[in-house]
């Protein structure tokens, strides 16, 4: 019953390669709070298999918010990790709070828990229209924003404070968008919003071209993809190559071939998330030759000309708007294993020692 406690169990890490629920009591919604209990929540990959594999920074180091660093052998996290994930959809079991109600399905971020008490003044949380497949809200809240901060760094590199709509920067402009998950291909289909000229989505898997090419878009290897800009990409002003690549493998020989790609003075927007050293990067060559820019675009920052007039709202906002548009293609192409929450421990474990073919893993919790 809303009024009493409740058990919530929690997908997290006992130890590396050990995920394991964890189990806490929570109390009843409190003034002003929601009550949820959990429908799906999407897997990050490329960010929660750190802390399976024990190679995430915050296990070896601690960030100093303060200074903007990072203090080796300070450990911000430790085994057990008993809280992980962001891409959640709940919903309203019980409410303390104005404009929602007990039913209302809304998208936000909490972690893989089989239920959360949110304070809507502090969490976002974003209801869910009727018209679009309650599975899709995973992508609203934070994975959606992500890519679309990545489309809103191209825009203020064009415009500055002025952009006008987001897309407005990769208008017209043939772009490549490196590596074929959820990530990319979000990348892509904002691209795709915003007028792109031609967008090639680049990845060494050929199920994921395949994938790519399902969804409407040109897909190349990465030796073909950077031969590709500068031999079908050209202008006498601006030069052979493309004018953005969105950077999302976390290899650094992926790094390295995306800035091969460029034109001069181009920009990698990088949105991945590497673990370890840059050995393959060669700044020395077409980096230091042609002018070029990496901007990491990934960790919630806003671009500075625009910080303030854009937030994650505003770029949930910019997510939901594009499920409208895109929802039926992301659901049959993008979400390629729905599986039940209770075996979500045995499917990691499956996910690491048998590396199938995936992009993106939701747990529905039925």
Not at 84 to 102: I, K, L
Not at 156 to 172: E, T, Y
Not at 335 to 364: G, N
Request: glycine share 10%; with cysteine.
């Amino acid at each position: 019953m809303p009024h009493e406690h409740r058990r919530i169990r929690s997908l997290g890490f006992e130890q590396p390669h050990q995920p394991w629920f964890f189990d806490y009591d929570e109390g009843p919604a409190g003034p002003d709070q929601v009550r949820l209990d959990l429908m799906y929540t999407g897997l990050s990959a490329g960010t929660e298999l750190t802390f399976m594999k024990g190679t995430n920074p915050y296990l070896h180091a601690r960030w100093d918010e303060g200074r903007g660093v990072f203090t080796p052998g300070e450990p911000s996290a430790r085994f057990p990790v008993n809280f992980v994930g962001y891409m959640e959809v709940a919903r309203v079991s019980d409410t303390q709070a104005h404009g929602f109600q007990r039913g209302d399905v809304v998208a936000t971020t909490f972690g893989h828990k089989s239920g959360h008490t949110a304070d809507p003044a502090h969490d976002l949380l974003l209801k869910m229209p009727g018209d679009i497949d309650p599975i899709l809200g995973i992508f609203v809240a934070q994975m959606g924003p992500i890519a679309a901060n990545g489309i809103l760094h191209a825009d203020a590199d064009q415009f500055g404070a002025a952009v006008p709509h987001l897309g407005a920067g990769v208008a017209g402009r043939p772009v490549l968008v490196w590596g074929g998950g959820t990530v990319g291909l979000f990348c892509a289909l904002f691209a795709r919003q915003g007028g792109a000229s031609e967008i090639v989505v680049v990845d060494p898997s050929p199920w994921r071209r395949d994938l790519a090419r399902r969804m409407g878009f040109d897909a190349l290897d990465e030796d073909e993809a950077w031969q590709h800009a500068k031999s079908a990409w050209h202008s006498k002003s601006g030069g052979r190559g493309a004018d953005y690549v969105f950077q999302t493998r976390a290899r650094s020989d992926s790094l390295h071939l995306a800035l091969r790609a460029l034109r001069p003075q181009g920009t990698v927007i990088d949105l991945a998330f590497y673990q370890g050293g840059l050995d393959a990067v060669r700044l020395g060559e077409e980096f230091h030759h042609n002018g070029l820019a990496i901007r990491c675009a990934q960790i919630s920052r806003m671009p500075r000309p625009l910080a303030g007039a854009w937030d994650q709202r505003r770029l949930a906002a910019e997510t939901m708007r594009l499920l409208r548009v895109e929802g039926r293609a992301i659901r049959d192409h993008m979400i390629t294993h729905v599986v039940p929450f209770d075996d979500a421990p045995d499917f990691l474990r499956h996910l690491v020692a048998d590396r199938p073919d995936f992009l993106q893993i939701v747990f529905e919790n039925a």
